[in-house]
């Protein structure tokens, strides 16, 4: 818990400082196993950490993954906004960049 609310780290192509971040903060780190993660594009990206954690009944944030197209990701953050209305910073971390490119903010307060 940080702050009182429920943290998550979401590596993507998860790293040896990933899992050190992890333990320090003493936060859960969404990743399986790096060595049999690595190279597999279904499961060393963002969006399949969240199917992994889904198939193992873990609870997730709410979010959207698996998006390919900018119409789809308009459509899903429209979703989320109207069905969290309580949530006013929205986070975008795309799949296949690293070290803290791909990511971005929205403040809908």
Same mark, same amino acid.
């Given at each position: 818990?940080?702050?009182?609310?429920?943290?998550?780290?979401?590596?993507?192509?998860?790293?040896?400082? %990933?899992?050190?971040?992890?333990?320090?903060?003493?936060?859960?780190?969404?990743?399986?196993?790096?060595?049999?993660?690595?190279?597999?594009?279904?499961?060393?990206?963002?969006?399949?950490?969240?199917?992994?954690?889904?198939?193992? %009944?873990?609870?997730?944030?709410?979010?959207?993954?698996?998006?390919?197209?900018?119409?789809?990701?308009?459509?899903?953050?429209?979703?989320?906004?109207? =069905? =969290?209305? %309580?949530?006013?910073?929205?986070?975008?971390?795309? %799949?296949?960049?690293?070290?803290?490119?791909?990511?971005?903010?929205?403040?809908?307060?």
């Amino acid at each position: 818990m940080i702050e009182g609310r429920q943290a998550y780290i979401v590596p993507g192509k998860v790293g040896e400082n %990933d899992i050190k971040l992890s333990i320090q903060l003493g936060i859960p780190i969404m990743c399986g196993e790096p060595d049999q993660t690595t190279g597999n594009i279904i499961y060393s990206t963002k969006s399949g950490a969240k199917r992994i954690f889904q198939l193992c %009944d873990i609870p997730i944030p709410m979010s959207a993954y698996d998006i390919q197209e900018r119409t789809e990701f308009e459509l899903a953050l429209a979703r989320l906004i109207v =069905n =969290n209305l %309580d949530v006013n910073i929205w986070i975008f971390k795309i %799949d296949d960049e690293f070290g803290a490119r791909g990511h971005a903010s929205l403040n809908v307060e």
